[in-house]
């Protein structure tokens, strides 16, 4: 369980997040939608410990993250899916992956057939160098290399950036694939298709906040929420 209590960070000259509150359960995946610049990549990096909060609390499964350099929150069992994917163009699949499985040897389930038989489209490309590859297989890369640290949270920044839909599809199809076998997510999300496809419940940011909390499903019933926060109809 992530436990994020008024957690407070941003840059030298803005503070961006004002006091975030954030519950993850084990197992659930949660949407986490806003409008551009509300801070929801700066929560992501908090989280991560890429940027320093100045105030408030991050615990997973009672561990203090607050504040952790980003290797020993990864240790503790977070992985990031950034945003752009960031693989290293020169290097292959397979180089890629034996590196992310040799940090998360032997830590949990997954190993390179495991996140293969998830996302085998990586398993036809294994030659491939990264920068070879469509941004649909480059997302599927970063996913697996995630996987393969064994995280207990994994945090996915806009994943469906610059896909065409089909593509977006088969990411969210990997998401679910994730969620069955147990990895609880964080999903930033523009594509509310996606979200609403992959999230059991839905947070909404503004300005450095977490402002709205429900399930997927009373979310999408009621489009007066959506369009009051995100402006969309
Ligand atoms: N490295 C940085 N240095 C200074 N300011 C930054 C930096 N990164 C983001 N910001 C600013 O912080 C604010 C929040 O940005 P953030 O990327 O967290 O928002 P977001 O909700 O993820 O937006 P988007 O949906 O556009 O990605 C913005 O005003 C942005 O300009």
Redesign the pocket.
């Known amino acids: 369980m992530l436990e994020v209590r008024g957690l407070r960070s941003?840059?030298?000259?803005?503070t961006?997040l004002q006091g975030v509150d954030l519950d993850v359960p084990d197992g659930r995946v949660v949407g986490l939608l806003?409008?551009?610049?509300?801070?929801?990549?700066?929560?992501i990096?908090t989280l991560m410990g890429l940027v320093t909060p100045s105030a408030g609390s991050v615990h997973l499964d009672g561990a203090d993250l607050t504040g952790r350099r980003p290797d020993v929150v990864a240790r503790a069992g977070v992985a990031l899916v950034p945003?752009g994917r960031r693989v290293w163009a020169p290097l292959t699949v397979t180089e890629h992956l034996a590196l992310a499985a040799r940090r998360g040897r032997g830590r949990g389930p997954w190993d390179v057939p495991r996140v293969i038989a998830l996302l085998p489209r990586l398993g036809e490309r294994l030659r491939h160098t990264a920068g070879q590859l469509s941004g649909g297989e480059q997302q599927m890369l970063a996913i697996a290399r995630a996987l393969l640290t064994n995280p207990r949270l994994v945090l996915m920044?806009?994943p469906s950036d610059g896909l065409a839909p089909a593509v977006v599809d088969l990411i969210g199809e990997a998401v679910a694939g994730m969620k069955a076998e147990g990895v609880t997510l964080v999903v930033?999300e523009?594509d509310l298709h996606l979200a609403f496809a992959v999230a059991d419940e839905i947070a909404v940011?503004d300005k450095g906040r977490v402002v709205h909390r429900s399930p997927t499903l009373e979310f999408r019933s009621d489009s007066s929420v959506a369009a009051a926060l995100l402006g969309v109809a």
């Open positions: 941003g840059y030298k000259r803005s961006v806003g409008r551009n610049g509300v801070g929801k990549t700066t929560l990096h945003q920044d806009e930033v523009q940011m």
